[in-house]
């Protein structure tokens, strides 16, 4: 009877261990991992991505990467002065007069008590492009960017000597020039639509419209409120405000929970709300591999790891965890400012972090992750030493089966 003894299972594990790329595998191992950030050519290296060693300083730094903010951009200055009229606007001009008889007063009507209507209201007129309305024995009025009650004064010197005492009300109906447009994800088709529609900007079912602002001044919520407030869940709902050539993006979830960020809205503004849902990929030995959400305020690398299930114990390598990233180019210059791919806007670059460390506990509470960011857990070695002997075990073990019922039945 031939005896197999353990050094020679382990030995023959070695030799089959050269064949652990054919090996099942959730993917690449931790020193695959690093030497993959290069690759041979005939002239040298070249560099596939940047490996970054997360500690405290690279935390740092990455909290200088630039981020969004209304406040930061467009400033919260007082609400603007009372608005004014402008092209586009819907003007309706009413004149009263202090007798019957006159242009825009009826007559006396005899033997009633009645003396006859004294004023007249013009039909509603959108103001045209050179900013000017008509009015009857008035003429062409200069409106745009003047403020209703100036306009009623002008009238009312222009009808002087023409109507009796005549006093003018000049009404917008349609403030066109001074709204906002909302766009996205806008809950237009409730209560909200029917509001904006009664103070004169109808919004259509399709999330979108023009909300016209209040004299007092509105907030950017306030006009999200007027809107129908957001269809989508708040905590995947972000905010695009244009002014301007300048844009900004936050999450709604920093307008409520930082009023400072609710800023006033100016006439002309564009509002979109986009809903972004954040996610971020667990790959590799970890106890869930798929897509997890997270909310728009982000989460750190710490409960990124207890989402997708922790490591595992029995096949995760601590020394391997690994979140791969585009960054831009100009968070990548101050962690590698020599680096040979700085030539592109985004930079693909993969951070390790050593689970062994237990100062690792604190960085990964620090570390942010971001939306599509893929964390990645290689296998421990000693994990790929016993797929190995799994293998051989399969191989080896008819033959064993067979050398015992032999000697069994000698």
């Known amino acids: 009877m031939v005896r197999v003894g353990m050094p020679a299972v382990l030995a023959a594990a070695c030799l089959i261990g050269g064949c652990s790329s054919f090996l099942p595998a959730a993917g690449p191992t931790a020193s695959a991992v690093v030497e993959g950030a290069d690759v041979a050519t005939d002239q040298g290296l070249l560099a596939r991505y940047e490996l970054v060693d997360v500690d405290a300083a690279v935390v740092e730094a990455l909290r200088g990467r630039p981020l969004d903010s209304l406040l930061a951009s467009f400033g919260d200055r007082r609400p603007s002065v009372q608005p004014v009229i402008g092209v586009g606007d819907a003007v309706t001009v009413t004149i009263w007069e202090a007798g019957s008889g006159g242009l825009f007063s009826g007559p006396a009507i005899a033997d009633r008590f009645s003396t006859g209507s004294k004023s007249s209201s013009i039909p509603e007129q959108v103001v045209a492009r050179d900013g000017t309305i008509s009015v009857p024995y008035a003429g062409r009025i200069k409106v745009a960017g003047r403020r209703a009650p100036d306009v009623q004064a002008q009238i009312e010197q222009e009808l002087a000597g023409k109507a009796i005492q005549p006093q003018v009300l000049v009404t917008v109906n349609s403030p066109l020039s001074t709204s906002v447009t909302v766009l996205g994800e806008a809950a237009a088709a409730g209560g909200g639509a029917r509001l904006a529609a009664a103070r004169g900007g109808p919004v259509s079912n399709l999330g979108g419209g023009r909300v016209p602002l209040t004299e007092k001044g509105d907030r950017l919520l306030d006009v999200i409120a007027t809107a129908g407030g957001v269809s989508a869940p708040v905590n995947e709902t972000f905010v695009r405000l244009s002014r301007g050539p300048t844009t900004a993006t936050v999450p709604l979830t920093a307008v409520v929970s930082n009023p400072r960020e609710n800023i006033f809205l100016r006439p002309g503004d564009t509002l979109t709300l986009v809903r972004d849902p954040q996610t971020f990929l667990a790959v590799g030995a970890t106890g869930a591999n798929y897509e997890i959400p997270f909310s728009a305020e982000g989460i750190t690398l710490a409960q990124a790891l207890a989402k997708s299930g922790g490591l595992r114990d029995f096949q995760a390598d601590p020394a391997g965890v690994f979140i791969f990233r585009f960054e831009p180019a100009s968070v990548v210059r101050r962690l590698r400012p020599s680096s040979a791919l700085l030539s592109s806007n985004f930079v693909p670059v993969v951070y390790r972090i050593n689970m062994r460390d237990p100062n690792s506990l604190f960085v990964s509470q620090a570390f942010r ?42």
């Open 369 to 410: 992750m971001r939306n599509r960011d893929l964390v990645y857990v290689s296998n421990a070695p000693f994990t790929e030493v016993q797929k190995v002997l799994s293998v051989f075990s399969t191989v080896t073990s008819p033959i064993a089966s067979g050398a015992s019922l032999y000697s069994a039945t000698r």
